[in-house]
T-cell receptor, first 113, second 113 residues
Framework: RKEVEQDPGPFNVPEGATVAFNCTYSNSASQSFFWYRQDCRKEPKLLMSVYSSGNEDGRFTAQLNRASQYISLLIRDSKLSDSATYLCVVNRPIYNQGGKLIFGQGTELSVKP | EAGVTQSPTHLIKTRGQQATLRCSPISGHTSVYWYQQALGLGLQFLLWYDEGEERNRGNFPPRFSGRQFPNYSSELNVNALELEDSALYLC????????????FGSGTQLSVL
């Protein structure tokens, strides 16, 4: 089983749609969670951190369910510019070393006019 | 403020040769991470350097190696290149070891012929 698993893509949605991405992780000791965005063959960029209480940044809402080891990202009112690959990222704790980030395979989103 | 810079942008080598990739972190960042992203695949963790020392490495053979210099810049060396080493190599930096907000460079596209 992969450490971080994401919904297979691609997601093709019309402008204005609401789309949700899901991600599961296997290491129950993981403490930090993030969503990164990667445009085609460019570098990933941090979209948002994911907190236990859930957090929102404009049209983007991230949720964490520790019991189910599940993370989600909701995008409301999709824009053409939201087209990208969304990467679920989870920290793998390493004793006395802070840990390292494990990236999911990514889910591709394509927003159409 | 300059971001993470990587050089070269593209590198073409033949099987059996050696490749050297370079990375300069954001000023003030002490940690440098290397990731491999093969076409259609997710980011695979290669190496983590912090304060000049290797802190962790991923599941890659020993022919993948690197170092971090006193100015915190880093070099990734790949010896005895194989066709499957063709990938986008991404470098990222963070403010300190274990700080999980990574800032990525635009990568080096390595092609092995």
């Amino acid at each position: 089983r992969k450490e971080v698993e994401q919904d297979p893509g691609p997601f093709n949605v019309p402008e204005g749609a609401t789309v949700a991405f899901n991600c599961t992780y296997s290491n129950s000791a993981s403490q930090s969670f993030f969503w990164y965005r990667q445009d085609c063959r460019k570098e990933p960029k941090l979209l948002m951190s994911v907190y236990s209480s859930g957090n929102e940044d404009g049209r983007f809402t991230a949720q964490l369910n520790r019991a189910s080891q599940y993370i989600s990202l909701l995008i409301r009112d999709s824009k053409l510019s939201d087209s990208a690959t969304y990467l679920c990222v989870v920290n793998r704790p390493i004793y006395n070393q802070g840990g390292k980030l494990i990236f999911g395979q990514g889910t591709e989103l394509s927003v159409k006019p | 403020e300059a971001g993470v810079t990587q050089s070269p942008t593209h590198l073409i080598k033949t099987r059996g040769q050696q490749a050297t990739l370079r990375c300069s972190p954001i000023s003030g960042h002490t940690s440098v991470y290397w990731y491999q992203q093969a076409l259609g695949l997710g980011l695979q963790f290669l190496l983590w350097y912090d304060e000049g020392e290797e802190r962790n490495r991923g599941n890659f053979p020993p022919r993948f190696s690197g170092r971090q210099f006193p100015n915190y810049s880093s070099e990734l060396n790949v010896n005895a290149l194989e066709l499957e080493d063709s990938a986008l190599y991404l470098c990222a930096s963070s403010f300190r070891g274990g700080d999980e907000k990574l800032f990525f460079g635009s990568g080096t596209q390595l092609s092995v012929l």
